[in-house]
């Protein structure tokens, strides 16, 4: 029996967390965000005859969670979690180039991995008796909806969605508005920051906490991070088991959250070689890596718009795992891709590879292209494709000269009767609803 593994604050203080703890806490109390506090080492080896993506996760987040509440009842949870296909596609005869496509679950992005494990430890850890569980979620877009698709129509569990009223795309708007059920969802008369702030007013809240228990799923929860190493884990062992060679991932990035979980994975001893972050014109990271300093600003609004972040929270997971700016340095790259770049890619991928690319994976088969000729030849290169191209015909379509076909699991979603209820950005009508139906 290995010493048990825990998880502590980022920022250092308190003592360190079970993994379901970490879990339900989300954000540590001392403001920082859940890191493990030892890596457990695994070989190739040990993933022998583990092929499928659940079976490679079980493996790995066993590995960071033994001894904890959940680690019975881990191989159920990521077999129904993961329950769609992850094709990693091949682009060249040598297969040294490859896309890894996270599309495939319900809300046809990459969120839905992060988000459908993390409902499903919720309802595992709640006990029949507890009061019902309220997640509040603030979203720009993608967030929202695969947390209402994750939660939707689970026993005790509801979730309330805030938005801004106008703000979000209109296929983003019907994938928040769409569930009904244990799914409320809300147009606030705001903007995102306001949707934000009220979500964290309602946690604050002791009249409001005294009547709800509440919980929330935001991007920087353990229980999101943690579960998306497995799809690195799975590709580079496929990568390293048909070459014998390290596989190499550009990592389309705005809060960092999926390239953590790559990082975590490298860092586990999974057989991954360079981590390239390529990101959109919100250069925090790129700068940070290129000066050494440290500046958040507020964001740009991009054509990879799940991208614009101006301040990433998983940063401090990131200098958490290499504080020394030198170092980290060696250990990632990262990029920044304008607008015209992102077209521009979109429509070569078409052209050349016959791909339907959105604009977060140009973003990365942007940077791929930026890499020196022997770079790339010499690696297993694998561009991380975060979400289905029809998820922004508006942008794809007029660049191929096509139509993108709709998935059928997107296409469910679009037939669904949407339904919104309309707020002020003021914690009175936030407090409101939640009595309404609490
Ligand atoms: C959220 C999102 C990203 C950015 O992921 P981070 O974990 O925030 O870096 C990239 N692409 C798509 C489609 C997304 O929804």
Known sequence: MSATSGFVSSRGAGDPLSFSA???????????????????????????????????????????????????????????????????????????????????????????????????????????????LTILVATSGDTGGAVAAAFHRRPGIRVVVLFPKGLVSPTQERQLTCWGDNVTSLAVRGTFDDCQRLVKEAFVDEALRERTSLSSANSINLGRLLPQSSYYAAASLEVFRHHGEKASFIVPSGNLGNALACLWAREVGLPIGEVVLAHNLNRTVPDYLASGEWRPRPSVATLASAMDVGNPSNMERLRALFPDPAVLRTQVTACSVTDEEICARIRIGYEQYGQMWCPHTATAAEAWERLPEAVRAGGRWVLVSTAHPAKFPEIVEPLIGRKVPVPASLEALFARPTHSTEIGAELASLSAVLKENG
């Open 22 to 132: 970490a879990l339900l806490q989300g954000l540590a109390p001392d403001g920082g965000l859940y890191i493990p506090t030892r890596w457990p080492q695994l070989a190739s080896a040990d993933f022998a005859g583990r092929q499928s993506l659940p079976a490679v996760a079980a493996r790995l987040i066993g590995a960071f969670i033994s001894g904890d509440r959940l680690a019975p009842q881990l191989p159920e949870l990521v077999a129904e979690a993961f329950d769609f296909p992850v094709p990693r596609v091949s682009l060249s005869p040598d297969d040294r180039l490859s896309v890894l496509e996270l599309f495939h679950g319900p809300t046809a992005a990459f969120k839905d991995f992060g988000a459908r494990f993390l409902a499903g430890a919720f309802s595992r850890l709640r006990e029949p008796s507890d009061k019902p």
